[in-house]
């Protein structure tokens, strides 16, 4: 069991309409609809579960700069500013912290790699300290070691994922916005090609604009309107201890294990990019496209069990809008957490941080990481069907660049200039020709 996630008392009625239905309550659809709804529309959000009760609240809560591929890192140092503006705005607690980041290592090559990535963050105006041997292992006195060196990322921090897309999602009704749980949206409805409604089970919503914040589900419902967008789902195991009286590091990382801080001081332990890949049909449909990823991660991606084609999240099935679909039989995505990869993550923590040892394991979990095969989420219009707009792909890091990308989200459907630039993002990036309904489907 996870720490308790934050459930919202919300609406049991659906709009008989809305300028844009938002289809997944995760953190990017929460944020994309707060902001569309700061501008004046009507906004209606329709989740097949709970409020952010998948990957959402499955992370690490890292808001994070230090690190991120160039084209994310102006969303990521926009969402920084995102997060504070956000709780001031409507006093709402999403745990938001800059207590900044640390990380350390004994690797002469990571620690120049995080060097070169310095010079470059510097030309998008990002402070990152690099540390010395000393003042690593100052900064690392916890761990009872001595470090050949490390980076200190000030402006960075984390958020509390049991908190945050409730909270956005309680400031969202606040502005008027329509939040409907337990309900899962089945399809798009079309009229001249162009979205006209979003089917749920409980009926029809009339819109002009549907933006899928579908997470690991992304992709199988697109296949529905016959548009491929290629999606790898890793299934990752998180381990949180009990709370402790000792005070430690509050985000720390390396390459065996890292560990962060929640409010309670309970502690959250993971391995970076380990994880277990299920097989299922999906996965082979796109296997091309990822094995270039998957074989630079070999050390910490393992073929999985038959998880995923329990859940179904991945099929390649088409359902009917007047049939229960997938997302109805599996209305919150909650893997089994692999019991190698939680004993693997507890020892190699207890081994960074011995005072780790006073407490006891509280719970663990697992979620299903959305990837794209570059590792960079897709948003943007499907040009073949307007007013459909993808939300997916975050990769492991949508919960801490949530608000940047909900904000962009509602930039290109009100037309506003956007707040960085929307172009590396494009979904169509991962087919060899433009969007189109693919033939081999």
Not at 78 to 90: I, K, V, Y
Not at 100 to 118: K, P, T
Not at 361 to 366: D, G, L, P, T, V
């Amino acid at each position: 069991m996870r720490q308790p996630l934050r459930i919202l008392e919300t609406s049991s009625s659906l709009p008989q309409h809305a300028d844009v239905v938002v289809i997944g309550g995760g953190i990017i659809g929460v944020f994309a609809a707060y902001y569309m709804a700061r501008r004046g529309l009507s906004v209606a959000v329709v989740e097949k579960g709970h409020v952010g009760a998948e990957q959402s609240s499955r992370n690490w809560g890292w808001c994070r700069q230090q690190n991120r591929d160039a084209r994310e890192l102006p969303m990521a140092t926009r969402s920084l500013q995102l997060w504070e503006q956000f709780g001031a705005d409507t006093g709402e607690d999403t745990g938001f912290n800059r207590h900044g980041l640390l990380y350390l290592s004994d690797d002469d090559e990571e620690i120049e790699r995080w060097a070169r990535w310095r010079e470059f963050a510097k030309t998008a105006g990002v402070t990152t300290h690099m540390l010395s041997s000393r003042e690593a292992t100052e900064r690392g006195r916890a761990t009872g070691r001595v470090w050949k060196g490390g980076v200190f990322s000030p402006s960075d921090g984390t958020a509390d994922p049991a908190r945050a897309a409730p909270a956005v999602a309680a400031a969202l009704m606040k502005l008027g916005g329509s939040v409907r749980q337990n309900c899962a949206a089945r399809g798009i409805e079309l009229e001249g090609g162009r979205v006209s409604g979003v089917v749920t089970e409980v009926g029809t919503i009339k819109t002009r604009t549907a933006v899928l914040a579908g997470g690991a589900w992304a992709s199988s419902f697109c296949r529905q309107l016959g548009i491929r967008f290629p999606l790898a789902t890793v299934r990752q195991a998180i381990v949180r201890m009990a709370p402790m009286e000792q005070r430690l590091p509050d985000a720390l990382t390396t390459a065996r294990v890292a560990v962060t801080r929640r409010s309670d001081n309970s502690y959250i332990l993971a391995i970076s990019g380990r994880g277990r890949v299920d097989p299922t049909a999906q996965l082979m449909r796109f296997a091309p496209q990822f094995v270039p990823m998957f074989a630079k991660r070999w050390r910490n991606v393992f073929p999985g069990g038959l998880e995923g084609l329990r859940w179904g999240h991945e099929t390649l099935a088409r359902w009917k809008l007047d049939e229960p679909t997938p997302m109805e039989r599996a209305r919150i995505l909650d893997p089994t957490p692999d019991p190698a990869g939680v004993r693997e993550t507890h020892r190699r923590a207890l081994a960074l941080l011995p005072a780790l040892r006073e407490a006891s394991i509280a719970s663990a979990w697992a979620g299903y990481i959305d990837s794209t095969p570059d590792g960079v989420p897709g948003i943007g219009e499907v040009p073949e069907v307007p007013g459909f707009i993808v939300a997916a792909g975050f990769s492991g890091h949508g919960f801490g660049i949530g608000p940047g990308a909900g904000h962009l989200i509602a930039d290109l459907v009100t037309g506003a200039e956007p707040v960085f630039d929307p172009a590396p993002f494009r979904p169509g990036r991962f087919n060899r020709s433009a969007w189109g309904k693919v033939a081999d489907f």
